[in-house]
């Protein structure tokens, strides 16, 4: 991990409304304790003793440092420290093993910690072998106001929830769309494809009469949730707790596994990366069309590949020829507070900041953010830029927010590991997608029983 670290005392504006609330209820006389005689427990946690003004130490991405830097300027007298790591990217599994490492020595955790995955609160939320609580604070017990809670878009905390209780903050929804370069379409002469067979014709086309234009990339992980997720393949699934299904022979699964393969070999699908260090270098001006997440729009098109407004256009996600538009969920990260953190009042503002203050959601976050109210900003500004083509951009990403996939789970690890160790090298060596279905279900199927899972 990197470090970087500011030391500061508590500005006036730090004790918010919100802040002040739960320094009453922790004042509250009589505080409930757990059965052993140990701390408060009226946030449905056991509470570290708190210290005053102590800073607060947070593990983020390189994505989100820009978070800490808002909430730095907003606050410059909290003292915070950020360190950076993967943020478990690819279902590296990083931030729950460095936890695991903390656990057992019984100190040392970080106060809130980003993640790119939405299946942590599986894990979190439970009591260590050792006996030592959760990692994961409970935040709808008392700590995080509900009237705050309720601002979050319909669904999005879901997958934080376990029984009830929420564990994590969602920064950002990621429902799948489809982008086009409108200015390479018209220049050829090309419609926008609005279902996956019409996909593989355009690829077709493009190969033929624009060898080197491209219509996207299986060289990262997340793939499977915008290819297979969207295409309502079930691959993934967990139909109750502690069960995992996965049918990579379904017909779905054997129909955009064939349109994948014969992308690949027209040269219409690369390997590449699309965070590699050449990709703009190569596709900056090839990248036709994709389907991708929301977030696409800062990380890549606004980013990576540097693209200027007036070009990007956003359509629905793509759906099979006579099916329903299905979005796939590529990610969205999630904030957890930390049940062990001294100083909760602190991770209060912060967690309150990073995922609705329109400082960072709005001004320098790459996706939708998961807070109704910073959404709505966060779509102003790229229509005040007008960064996009089409003016319905705006209804085409809300739309499809609602309309992801239930089909595709989380469980306690990532599908993303499964991929990258069977399909990603398999293709590099020149096999085909369907012909790995079987060694990708057997990885899937291994993976689950090795964490616990019955599969069926």
């Keep these: 991990m990197s470090q970087h670290s500011s030391s500061r005392r508590r500005a006036a504006r730090f004790l918010t409304v919100a802040a002040a609330a739960t320094a009453g209820l922790l004042a509250l006389s009589g505080c409930s304790t757990d059965a052993s005689g140990g701390g408060d427990t009226s946030l449905g946690f056991t509470q570290a003793e708190q210290v005053a003004d102590s800073p607060i130490t947070v593990w983020v991405d390189a994505s989100r440092e820009p978070a ?45 910690v980003f993640s790119t995955q939405q299946n942590d609160a599986i894990w979190a939320s439970k009591e260590t072998t050792n006996g030592e609580q959760g990692f994961a604070a409970p935040l709808n017990k008392g700590y995080l106001e509900q009237d705050f809670l309720d601002g979050f878009a319909t669904g999005s905390l879901d997958y934080t929830t376990i029984d009830g209780t929420v564990y994590g903050l969602r920064n950002d929804l990621a429902q799948t769309v489809f982008f086009s370069n409108q200015k390479l379409l018209d220049e050829f002469g090309y419609d926008v494809p609005t279902t996956w067979e019409e996909y593989a014709e355009l690829g077709d086309k493009l190969a033929a009469e624009h060898p080197g234009y491209i219509l996207g990339s299986l060289g990262d992980s997340f793939m499977t949730y915008v290819y297979y997720g969207g295409s309502e393949s079930p691959v993934f699934q967990s139909p109750e707790q502690g069960v995992f299904h996965s049918d990579t022979a379904d017909a ?46 800062g990380a890549i098109f606004q980013g990576g590949l540097a693209v200027p407004a007036g070009e990007i256009s956003v359509s629905a996600p793509l759906k099979w020829e006579g099916g329903d538009v299905a979005a796939g969920n590529v990610g969205g990260g999630v904030w957890y507070a930390s049940s062990h953190s001294k100083n909760l009042d602190a991770v209060k503002t912060f967690l309150e900041f990073v995922t609705s203050a329109d400082e960072f959601q709005v001004d320098a976050s790459s996706g939708y953010p998961a807070y109704t109210t910073a959404a709505e900003g966060w779509l102003d500004k790229q229509a005040e830029a007008k960064y996009f083509v089409n003016d319905d951009f705006e209804t085409v990403m809300s739309d499809a927010a609602g309309q992801v996939w239930s089909g595709w789970n989380v469980t306690s690890w990532s599908p993303e590991s499964a991929w990258a160790k069977v399909v990603i090298p398999g293709i590099a060596e020149g096999e085909t997608i369907e012909s790995l279905l079987p060694a990708w279900q057997t990885e899937l199927e291994n993976e689950a029983t090795v964490n616990g899972y019955s599969v069926e």
Excluded: C, R
């Design 68 to 112: 800490v830097t808002a909430f730095e300027a907003a606050y410059p007298d909290i003292d915070i420290t950020f360190e950076t790591y993967d943020g478990s990217a690819g279902g590296s599994g990083s931030f729950q093993s460095k936890i695991a490492l903390m656990d057992q020595a019984g100190e040392g955790w970080p106060d809130v």
């Design 252 to 297: 779905n699964s054997e129909k955009i596994s064939k349109i994948l393969d014969g992308m690949l070999a027209n040269g219409t699908l690369v390997q590449d990366s699309f965070f590699s260090a050449d990709f703009a270098s190569k596709y900056a001006d090839k990248l036709v069309g994709v389907p991708g997440p929301v977030w696409y729009t």
